[in-house]
Structures are given as structure tokens and as C-alpha cells.
């Protein structure tokens, strides 16, 4: 499942990203379409074009793609996560390999030796990390490992499931 999340959501783009769900946050479409905002019309025209749900909160937007769009209500990023989940029944178990770049969208490769990131991560980081995934994008290559964020994050959502 491809979604487009509207420019109101480019934190649950990003949480999206590294569940591994290709995800293009429309504030991302701004130099591909020369405009900005990204006029609705052309959200839904590339939805369609690119196969994407559109997840947004904006209620006319949706209104104008009911077909394949979900309204979100409500805020809080793992309030939105929790209605995903429940509306297309999706999982939040985090794996970096099926992880996406969190900036870019563009998928991760594993870094086969640890030595090539040296010094483009923290001292600490590389001290205490063995296995490294870089973005494929030539014009982003961020470089990726799984830190104590991700627990954190699987934590947040385990808590927020449990009490919706």
C-alpha cells in the first residue's frame, strides 16, 4: 500500500517512512509541480496517477477523493498511527530492512562495511553500532541504524494501542 499524506501530516509521512510504507509527503511535490501549496487537484491527479491513498485532514480534499482517501481525526501522531492501523489493518513492527529513507522516501541499503560511515556518524554512534543502512537516493544518502528512537517509538505505540 503507497500513500500521499497532505502537507498538514509530514510527521506521520516521516513515522510511515520507517515502518517501511511508501509514503510522498505533499510538501515533497512542491518542486516537482513548480507550485506551492500543491493545489488539491493536482494531489488527487497524482494519487490516481501513482496509485496512492491519499491521508489527510484536510475534510474538502477528502471529500474530493473519498474514493481512495482517508480522513484523519483528531491529532497527535499516534493518534493517527492508531486509526491507520485500525481502518487498512496495517502493522507497526519496525524492521530496517523494510525501512524507508525518513527524508526522501527512497529505500535503504544495507552498509556492508561499517568502516564507509565513519564519518558521517557520531563517535558514539559508530562505537556502539555494528550494522549500518544507507538511502539509495544519490542526492540524500543518509545514513541509518536502529537506535534507541525506534524502541522508544515501538514502545509509544504498544502504550496508545493498548488503550484504544
Keep these: 500500500m503507497k ?88 502493522s507497526f513492527k519496525f524492521s530496517i530492512e523494510r525501512a524507508r529513507c525518513s527524508i526522501c522516501n527512497s529505500q535503504l541499503s544495507r552498509v556492508t562495511n561499517k568502516t564507509l560511515v565513519k564519518k558521517y556518524v557520531l563517535k558514539e554512534t559508530y562505537n556502539n553500532y555494528n550494522e549500518f543502512y544507507q538511502c539509495l537516493n544519490p542526492h540524500c544518502k543518509k545514513i541509518y541504524w536502529e537506535g534507541s528512537h525506534i524502541e522508544d517509538i515501538e514502545n509509544k505505540l504498544a502504550k496508545n494501542f493498548e488503550f484504544n
Design 3 to 90: 500513500f500521499l499524506a497532505d502537507s498538514m501530516l509530514g510527521k506521520l509521512a516521516r513515522f510511515l517512512r520507517i515502518f517501511g510504507f511508501d509514503t510522498i509527503y505533499a510538501n515533497d511535490l512542491i518542486e516537482y509541480f513548480k507550485v506551492d501549496p500543491v493545489p488539491d487537484e493536482m494531489l488527487i491527479d497524482y494519487a490516481k496517477e501513482n496509485d496512492r491513498v491519499i491521508i489527510t485532514k484536510d475534510y474538502p480534499l477528502y471529500k474530493s477523493y473519498i474514493e481512495k482517501s482517508i480522513y484523519l481525526r483528531g491529532e497527535g501522531i499516534y493518534n493517527y498511527l492508531d486509526q491507520l492501523k485500525t481502518y487498512f489493518n496495517l
